[in-house]
């Protein structure tokens, strides 16, 4: 079956530590992965896709296929780096979503 | 954990009928739920937010009269496609916020895929 799961629901790190946020799915074919951000009481948006390969905000995930995952991070956490973020998987056509529950990061000063 | 349903998952239809997709929150009560738009090899994009008891807030770019939303029960929203043409062959997911203390969580539904023959 289909499933993206995020073992942290909540993760708080100091300001300039490294963060990652874990994702692992289970998917029979190969998807695509997106995270999601969603910042206090805002839309929720793309923050980056796989197939893209970009960073976005200095953060970065890299598809790892033998161990289905694909793990969120960045260097040097910031303040406003604050919010859910979501783990999602989509089949090759973009459709079929399957988000993960989320994780919360909160930035500490 | 929360559950959000959506019926129905898939639905074929004529061009010029409308069709109606439901969302519900199964084991909690949801002020405000959300309906996004996928589409293909895209970004979900944010049509509407539902509030219950009130009228949706729209996005840009969202006909309000095509797509209808009633958010009617704290556990229920429904959007109904219009008159519904090719071109709003989609796949539509909702989503549900669940208020935190500190900030709101979102829970998805699995989606529906609209067919508009």
């Known amino acids: 079956a289909q499933r993206v799961t995020q073992p942290e629901k909540l993760l708080s790190v100091f300001k300039g530590a490294p963060v990652e946020l874990k994702c692992n799915y289970s998917y029979s074919g190969s998807p695509e992965l997106f995270w999601y951000v969603q910042y206090s009481r805002q839309r929720l948006q793309l923050l980056l896709r796989h197939i893209s390969r970009e960073s976005i905000k200095g953060f970065t995930a890299d598809l790892n296929k033998g161990e289905t995952s694909f793990h969120l991070k960045k260097p040097f956490a910031q303040e406003e780096d604050s919010a859910m973020y979501y783990c999602a998987l989509s089949d090759t056509m973009g459709q079929n979503f399957v988000f993960g529950p989320g994780t919360r990061l909160s930035v500490l000063p | 954990g929360a559950v959000v349903s959506q019926h129905p998952s898939w639905v074929i239809c004529k061009s010029g009928t409308s069709v109606k997709i439901e969302c519900r929150s199964l084991d909690f009560q949801a002020t405000t739920m959300f309906w996004y738009r996928q589409f293909p090899k895209q970004s979900l994009m944010l049509m509407a937010t539902?509030?219950?008891?009130?009228?949706?807030?729209?996005e840009q770019g969202v006909e309000k009269d095509k797509f209808l939303i009633n958010h009617a029960s704290l556990t229920l929203s429904t959007l109904t496609v219009t008159s519904a043409h090719p071109e709003d062959s989609s796949f539509y997911i909702c989503?549900?916020?669940?208020?935190?203390?500190?900030?709101?969580?979102?829970?998805f539904g699995p989606g529906t895929r609209l067919t508009v023959l």
């Open positions: 989503s549900a916020d669940l208020p935190r203390a500190a900030y709101n969580e979102q829970f």
């Open positions: 539902s509030n219950e008891g009130s009228k949706a807030t729209y």
